[in-house]
C-alpha cells in the first residue's frame, strides 16, 4: 500500500516536469505543424542557464525563469522566423513541409548542441536545491520534487491563462484553427506564428529550469526530453494544456512503476510505449 | 546532339571505372594513413549509398541506418572468433535484413515523418534494453572484436560500395525502378495500378540494411571492441541522412560526394574539435534544406543551366552574326 | 451476365454513415452512371470497392469472386481499376511512363518489357497522347492529365473501369471528347462505371443511372426514368 501511494506520488511529481516540456511542443506541432525534434536541446539549454545563474551568481534556481523563459523565447522567435518561415516560403505542400521541417529541426538541434558543448563540455553537471525529504507517516515526500510540482502547475496554469483569456492567445488559437480566416481577419499570421513558435520555447526553457532542481544535467540530454514530449503530447491531446498534464501525470506514473520495478529499462519502456502509440494510431499521432 | 548525348551516356561509367581502378591500385603505393582515411570515407559512402537505395528511391525518411550499423558492429563482437570474417558479414547482413522486414513490416504503412521518428526511437530502444541486458543479465560490458588489417578492409568495403553501386543501377533501370519511382511520386496511385507498394518498400528497406549490417560487420575489426552504447550511436543515423540531402539525390554521384566531403571533414575534426564538427555538421543541413533543394547535384545542375543559358545564346551570336540571337530559347 | 455485384456495403466515419447498405450490380459492357449530390458517398464508395479502404460491413463480388479484403494492387490484377477525382498521375514521371507502368504491374500474369512497350504505344495512340509521350505528366493541362489517368488504367486491361468524374472541370469540347473517349472504351469491351456531375453527358452515354444521397441508393434506372423520377428531382432541385 505504502509503495502503491509512493509509486503515485512519484508519478504526479514526475508528471508535473513532463507534462511543462510537453506544453511548448503540443503548441508548436498544433499551430505551426513543425514536429521540434530539437525541442530537448531548448530543454537543456533553459536547464544550464540556470544551473550557470545559480552557481554563478547564487541566484535561486526558481528565479533563473526569468533569465531561461526570456533567453528560449527570443531564441524561438529567431529560429522560426529565420528559418521556418523561409523554408515554408519554398516548400510547395504542407506534406512536405512537415518532412523537410523535421530534417531541419535536425540540423538545428546539432547547432545548439554543439554550441551547448562548446560553452559547457561533455561532463555532467548538477547542483543540489531543497534535497531533503519529509515524512508523512511512511509516505517519504522530497521536498524539491514537491515544489517542482507546484511550480509546474503554476507555469501550466498561466499558460493556460494566458492562451484562453488574452488577445494575443486567443488570436494565437483563432490562427491554428483556421489560417486563412484568421488571415481575413487581420490577424498577421507570421507573427503569430513566431510567436507561438517562441512560447514554445519559453516553455522549454521552464522545463529546463525544473529539470535542474533535480537531475543532474548533460549536454547529450536534449532527445530523450524530446521523446518524452512527443508521448505526453500523443497521450494527452494535440494543443491542449489540460491533456499535457493528464499525459504528463499518466506517463510519470507509468515511469514510476518501471522505476519500482526495474530502474535501468525506464527510457526502454518509453520508447516502447511511443512505438505502440505510433502503431495503434497510424492515421496520425496527432488526431485532434 | 546524338553524339552529345552518347557522349553524356558513356562519361559518368567511364568516370567511376577509372576511379574504382586508381581505387584497387591505390594501396600499392599509398601511406597507412591515407589509407585508414580511405576506409572511413568508403564506410560513409556505404552507409549513405545504402540509405539512397531505400530512402532516395521510396521519399521515406529512414533513421534506422544506426540500428542495421550497430546490428552489424555488435554481431561482430558477439560472433567474434566464431565464424570466419565472410560468414560473419554474410550472417550480420541477413540479421540486419530480418530486423529490417520486422521493422518495414509493422512501420511502412506510416505517414512520413512518423516512419522517420519510429526508426529513431528503434535505435534509442534497442540500444537500452541492449545497455540494459549487458549489465544487469551478463554482467558484462561489451565484447572484442579480432583486429583484421587495414588493406583487407579497405578492399572489402570498397567491394561493398561496388556492389551497392551496381545494385542501384541495376534496379533503377528495372521494371520495379519505374514502380519505385510511382510510389514516390504518388504512392495511392501506383498501388491502384497494381504495384505492391508494401511488399517493394519492405524488401528494398531489408535489402539496404543488408548493406549496412555488412559495412558494420567490416568496420567492427578496426574498431577492437564493441558495446550497445557505441554500436548503436544515432549518429550513424543522421551521418548518412545528411550526407545524402547535401550531395543531392538526383544522381548516384551525389551521395557519393556528399559522404566523402564529410567523411574526410570529420577525421580531420573529430579528433581536433568534436563540437565544431557537430556545428558544421548542423549549419549545412540547415543551409542544404533552404538553399539547395537538390544537394550539391542540383547546385551543378543549376550552374550549368546558368552558363549554358548564358554561353549558347553568345556563341550562336557569333556564329550568326548576331541575327539570330533571339531566336535561341 | 453480370460483372460485379455489390452487397449491403456500409462505410462509417466516426458517426457519418458516408455510404449504408448499397446494393448494385453492373452488367457485363454496359456504362453505368453513378450521380448524387456532393458528400453523398459517391466517391467512397469506388473506395470500398477498389479496396482503398476497408467497408465495416457488406461485400464485394467481381467475376465470380469476392474481392472486399484485398489489397487495391491485387484488385487491380484481377481486372477492376479506377481512376481519382483529383487527379493522380505520377508527377515528375513522362506520359509514357505513366502508362507503361500500368502495363507492367497492372496486367494480370506476367508481362516482358517488349509486349509492354507495345501495349503502352497502343494505348497513346487510343487515347491520343502520343505525341505527349515525353513530356512530364505534371506540366499538361487538366484535362490531358485526367487522359493520361485514363490511360494508365487502361494500359492494366481492366474489365471494369471506374472513373471518377473525369469530366469535372473541362470546358464542353472536352467533355465531348470524353464522351467519345468512353464510348470508344466501351466499344472495346470494358464496362464503365462513371460517376459524374455533368448531367448532360451522364444522360447521353450512360445506359442505366444510379442515384445516391446520404450513403443510400434512392433510385436506379434509365436515363429518361432517373430524369422523371421525383425524389431525384426533388433532391436536385433542393426540396
Ligand atoms: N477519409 C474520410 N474520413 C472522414 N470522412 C470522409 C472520408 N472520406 C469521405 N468522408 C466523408 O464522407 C462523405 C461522403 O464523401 P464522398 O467523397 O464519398 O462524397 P462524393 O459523393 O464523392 O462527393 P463529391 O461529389 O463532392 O465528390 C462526406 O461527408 C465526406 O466528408
Ligand atoms: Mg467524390
Redesign the pocket.
Known amino acids: 500500500m505504502v509503495l502503491l501511494i509512493n509509486i503515485i506520488l512519484n508519478g504526479l511529481l514526475l508528471g508535473g516536469i513532463y507534462a511543462v516540456t510537453a506544453v511548448g511542443l503540443s503548441l508548436q506541432y498544433g499551430v505551426a505543424r513543425i514536429l521540434n525534434i530539437a525541442h530537448g536541446e531548448y530543454i537543456m539549454v533553459g536547464a544550464f542557464l540556470t544551473w550557470l545563474v545559480h552557481t554563478k551568481f547564487g541566484v535561486n534556481p526558481l528565479l533563473c525563469l526569468a533569465v531561461a523563459g526570456p533567453a528560449m523565447f527570443i531564441l524561438g522567435y529567431l529560429v522560426q522566423t529565420f528559418l521556418f518561415r523561409k523554408l515554408k516560403e519554398k516548400t510547395p505542400t504542407p506534406a512536405e513541409f512537415e518532412g523537410s521541417s523535421m530534417l531541419m529541426a535536425f540540423g538545428i538541434l546539432f547547432v545548439i548542441q554543439s554550441i551547448a558543448i562548446f560553452l559547457w563540455g561533455t561532463n555532467i553537471e548538477g547542483y543540489s536545491y531543497l534535497a531533503y525529504s519529509i515524512y508523512l507517516g511512511d509516505i517519504r515526500l522530497s521536498v524539491n520534487r514537491l515544489v517542482i510540482l507546484i511550480a509546474a502547475l503554476a507555469i501550466c496554469l498561466l499558460f493556460y491563462l494566458l492562451l484562453t483569456r488574452t488577445r494575443t492567445g486567443k488570436a494565437i488559437r483563432a490562427a491554428s484553427q483556421d489560417p486563412d480566416a484568421a488571415a481575413l481577419m487581420g490577424i498577421n499570421i507570421n507573427r503569430m506564428l513566431a510567436l507561438c513558435f517562441a512560447l514554445g520555447a519559453m516553455m522549454a526553457g521552464f522545463a529546463g529550469m525544473l529539470i535542474s532542481l533535480v537531475y543532474q544535467l548533460q549536454t547529450n540530454m536534449g532527445m530523450q526530453y524530446t521523446i518524452i514530449a512527443i508521448i505526453v503530447v500523443v497521450l494527452g491531446g494535440l494543443g491542449s494544456i489540460p491533456g499535457s498534464l493528464i499525459g504528463g501525470f499518466l506517463l510519470g506514473i507509468l515511469g514510476a512503476i518501471v522505476n519500482s520495478i526495474e530502474p535501468g529499462l525506464h527510457m526502454a519502456a518509453y520508447y516502447l510505449l511511443f512505438m505502440i502509440l505510433l502503431l495503434v494510431k497510424p492515421s496520425g499521432i496527432f488526431g485532434r | 546532339m546524338d553524339n552529345n548525348n552518347k557522349l553524356k551516356k558513356i562519361i559518368g561509367p567511364v568516370i567511376l571505372v577509372l576511379i574504382l581502378a586508381f581505387m584497387i591500385s591505390l594501396p600499392l603505393f599509398a601511406q597507412n594513413y591515407t589509407i585508414i582515411l580511405l576506409r572511413t570515407i568508403l564506410m560513409y559512402v556505404a552507409l549513405t549509398l545504402s540509405w539512397v537505395l531505400f530512402s532516395g528511391f521510396t521519399g521515406y525518411t529512414s533513421l534506422a541506418t544506426a540500428v542495421f550499423y550497430g546490428t552489424g558492429l555488435y554481431t561482430a563482437g558477439v560472433l567474434n572468433g566464431v565464424l570466419p570474417l565472410p560468414l560473419l558479414m554474410l550472417c550480420s547482413g541477413l540479421i540486419s535484413a530480418v530486423l529490417a522486414l520486422i521493422i518495414g513490416t509493422i512501420t511502412l504503412r506510416l505517414r512520413g515523418i512518423y516512419f522517420a521518428i519510429f526508426t529513431l526511437s528503434s535505435v534509442e530502444l534497442i540500444k537500452h534494453v541492449l545497455n540494459w541486458y549487458e549489465i544487469n543479465v551478463l554482467g558484462v560490458r561489451g565484447h572484442y572484436v579480432t583486429r583484421v588489417d587495414y588493406g583487407t578492409v579497405y578492399y572489402i568495403l570498397l567491394a561493398i560500395v561496388v556492389l551497392i553501386l551496381i545494385t542501384t543501377y541495376l534496379i533503377k533501370r528495372s521494371r520495379y525502378g519505374l514502380a519505385l519511382s510511382g510510389i514516390k511520386s504518388c504512392e495511392e496511385a501506383a498501388v491502384h495500378t497494381g504495384v505492391n507498394a508494401t511488399a517493394l518498400k519492405v524488401l528494398l528497406f531489408a535489402l539496404s540494411a543488408f548493406f549496412i549490417g555488412m559495412t558494420g560487420t567490416v568496420m567492427a575489426t578496426g574498431m577492437l571492441y564493441v558495446d550497445s552504447i557505441i554500436a548503436f550511436n544515432l549518429n550513424y543515423s543522421f551521418f548518412p541522412t545528411l550526407m545524402a540531402i547535401f550531395g543531392g539525390m538526383s544522381s548516384m554521384f551525389g551521395p557519393i560526394i556528399g559522404a566523402t566531403v564529410f567523411a574526410y571533414l570529420q577525421e580531420y575534426l573529430i579528433t581536433r574539435s568534436p563540437d565544431a564538427y557537430m556545428f558544421i555538421f548542423g549549419l549545412v543541413m540547415i543551409i542544404t534544406i533552404l538553399y539547395l533543394p537538390d544537394g550539391l547535384v542540383g547546385l551543378y545542375v543549376r550552374i550549368r543551366e546558368l552558363l549554358l543559358q548564358k554561353a549558347i545564346p553568345q556563341i550562336r551570336r557569333k556564329i550568326s552574326g548576331g541575327k539570330h540571337a533571339n531566336t535561341a530559347s | 451476365m453480370q460483372i460485379l455485384q455489390v452487397e449491403g456495403l456500409s462505410k462509417n ?1 466516426g458517426g ?1 454513415a ?1 455510404v449504408s447498405g448499397v446494393d448494385l450490380q453492373v452488367e457485363s459492357g454496359e456504362i453505368l452512371g453513378l450521380i ?1 449530390p ?7 464508395l469506388f473506395n470500398l470497392i477498389s479496396g482503398t479502404i476497408a467497408p465495416n460491413s457488406g461485400k464485394v463480388i467481381f467475376n465470380n469472386e469476392v474481392i472486399s479484403g484485398l489489397k487495391p494492387h491485387a484488385i487491380c490484377k484481377k481486372g477492376l481499376v479506377r481512376t481519382f ?1 483529383s487527379c493522380k498521375t505520377f508527377p515528375g514521371m513522362s506520359v509514357y511512363q505513366n502508362v507503361l507502368l500500368g502495363a507492367l504491374f497492372g496486367s494480370p500474369g506476367k508481362i516482358s518489357r517488349e509486349q509492354a512497350d507495345v501495349e503502352t504505344r497502343e494505348i497513346l495512340e487510343f487515347t491520343e497522347l502520343a505525341e505527349l509521350s515525353d513530356v512530364p505528366a505534371e506540366s499538361l493541362t487538366l484535362e490531358k492529365q485526367k487522359k493520361v489517368e485514363v490511360a494508365r488504367a487502361l494500359a492494366t486491361k481492366p474489365k471494369l473501369l471506374m472513373l471518377d468524374e473525369m469530366m469535372a472541370g473541362l470546358n464542353p469540347t472536352e467533355v465531348a471528347e470524353s464522351m467519345e473517349l468512353v464510348r470508344k472504351i466501351r466499344d472495346k469491351g470494358i464496362t464503365v462505371i462513371m460517376i459524374e ?1 455533368v448531367m448532360k453527358a451522364i444522360m447521353n452515354i450512360c445506359e442505366r443511372i444510379i442515384v445516391l444521397d446520404h450513403g443510400k441508393k434512392i433510385a436506379e434506372g434509365t436515363p429518361e426514368e432517373i430524369s422523371k423520377n421525383k425524389t431525384v428531382i426533388e433532391i436536385y432541385l433542393g426540396e
Open positions: 466515419f457519418l458516408a448524387g456532393n458528400g453523398a458517398g459517391k466517391t467512397t477525382q456531375h
